[in-house]
């Protein structure tokens, strides 16, 4: 009888001690459950590649992320509103800018998350001219057309009034997508045949192929531009470690590079690469973290 207590006592005391970890357990999921964040983005390599990411640092440290994807405009008018808590896809100052101007009283700039980007018109190394003032000379080689991306977006905009500062009349502008573009140079390149684009840096397409920027002397373009995260003002309160870590997020061209050229295998997942990535940089990912502790 002593033995069967003693064994029943025993059955009773693991049961016990198996339901307290569980018990922890669950406090500790709900210690790390810190809401929802809703992330927009365009659909652009580069955008996809930074979201993702930023998705999965915020996901370690307990936040559930909701991404969407969005053209320029409604993505802008979506941090604006509140509709989405922050976006680390501002091109500026130039490529959003306008969009910035109409939300500027309701959205808060963190700054630079990403700096040495650039805009402009793209073609083979291999193609003979430089400039995009000898475009009109050389139309035939190029089928007449500068191919572009979505026509929402603010590099459309861009290429638009360098074909006027230019007076490039011998070849149209063809919208289409960044997927479509890059397939586009693809076959070119494929091929050997002459094509221009409208790109920007950073992009996986230069380190996929030898291509060139053609030179901008009358600076229709603009100078060098940057990547900026944008929040909805207010989240800092709301959200102050999601705002923290937003507010340090910062890397290098190289580095997002690393993970467009993931993104860019057959059958690959950005959020899976992003994942890899971050498992891969822990200390690139300390230095957005560290000291964010609510």
Same mark, same amino acid.
């Given at each position: 009888?002593?033995?069967?207590?003693?064994?029943?006592?025993?059955?009773?005391?693991? +049961?016990?001690?198996?339901?307290?970890?569980?018990? %922890?357990?669950?406090?500790? &999921?709900?210690?790390?459950?810190?809401? %929802?964040?809703?992330?927009?983005?365009?659909?652009?390599? *580069? /955008?996809?590649?930074?979201?993702?990411?930023?998705?999965?640092?915020?996901? /370690?440290? =307990?936040?559930?992320?909701?991404?969407?994807?969005? =053209?320029?405009?409604?993505?802008?008018?979506?941090?604006?509103?509140?509709?989405?808590?922050?976006?680390?896809?501002?091109?500026?100052? @130039? %490529?959003?800018?306008?969009? #910035?101007?109409?939300? &500027?009283?309701?959205?808060?700039?963190?700054?630079?998350? #990403? /700096?040495? @980007?650039? #805009?402009?018109?793209?073609?083979?190394?291999? @193609?003979?001219?430089? *400039?995009?003032?000898?475009?009109?000379?050389?139309?035939?080689?190029?089928? =007449?057309?500068?191919? !572009?991306?979505?026509?929402?977006?603010?590099?459309? *905009? &861009?290429?638009?009034?360098?074909?006027?500062?230019?007076?490039?009349?011998?070849?149209?502008?063809?919208?289409?997508?960044?997927?479509?573009? %890059? *397939?586009?140079?693809?076959?070119?390149?494929?091929?050997?045949?002459?094509?221009?684009?409208?790109?920007?840096?950073?992009?996986?397409?230069?380190?996929?192929?030898?291509?060139?920027?053609?030179?901008?002397?009358?600076?229709?373009? !603009?100078?060098? /531009?940057?990547?900026?995260?944008?929040?909805?003002?207010?989240?800092?309160?709301?959200?102050? &470690?999601?705002?923290?870590?937003?507010?340090?997020?910062?890397?290098?061209?190289?580095?997002? =590079?690393?993970?467009? +050229?993931?993104?860019?295998?057959?059958?690959?997942?950005?959020?899976?690469?992003?994942?890899?990535?971050?498992?891969?940089?822990?200390?690139?990912?300390?230095?957005?973290?560290?000291?964010?502790?609510?």
């Amino acid at each position: 009888m002593t033995r069967n207590v003693m064994s029943q006592a025993a059955r009773y005391g693991a +049961l016990m001690m198996a339901a307290g970890i569980s018990m %922890t357990a669950g406090v500790a &999921q709900a210690q790390d459950d810190k809401g %929802t964040i809703k992330l927009a983005y365009v659909e652009w390599a *580069s /955008e996809v590649a930074s979201t993702n990411v930023i998705r999965a640092v915020l996901e /370690e440290q =307990g936040y559930d992320v909701e991404m969407n994807s969005l =053209g320029a405009a409604v993505m802008w008018q979506a941090v604006g509103t509140g509709d989405a808590d922050a976006i680390v896809a501002a091109w500026l100052p @130039t %490529t959003h800018g306008d969009y #910035l101007k109409k939300v &500027q009283d309701d959205v808060e700039d963190l700054g630079p998350n #990403l /700096e040495g @980007t650039k #805009l402009g018109l793209v073609v083979p190394e291999y @193609t003979d001219i430089d *400039s995009i003032d000898q475009l009109n000379d050389h139309a035939d080689e190029f089928d =007449g057309k500068i191919v !572009g991306i979505d026509p929402g977006a603010g590099l459309m *905009s &861009q290429t638009e009034d360098a074909i006027d500062e230019y007076g490039i009349d011998k070849l149209q502008l063809q919208s289409s997508s960044g997927a479509a573009m %890059t *397939s586009a140079l693809a076959d070119a390149v494929k091929n050997h045949e002459d094509i221009v684009v409208t790109g920007w840096t950073p992009h996986w397409m230069f380190a996929r192929w030898d291509l060139k920027y053609l030179d901008d002397p009358k600076k229709a373009y !603009g100078d060098a /531009e940057h990547i900026s995260t944008v929040v909805h003002k207010g989240l800092k309160d709301e959200m102050p &470690q999601a705002y923290a870590i937003l507010d340090n997020f910062n890397w290098t061209p190289d580095q997002m =590079g690393e993970v467009m +050229l993931m993104n860019q295998k057959d059958g690959s997942d950005p959020y899976e690469n992003a994942k890899k990535w971050v498992d891969e940089h822990p200390d690139v990912v300390a230095e957005w973290t560290d000291g964010t502790a609510d």
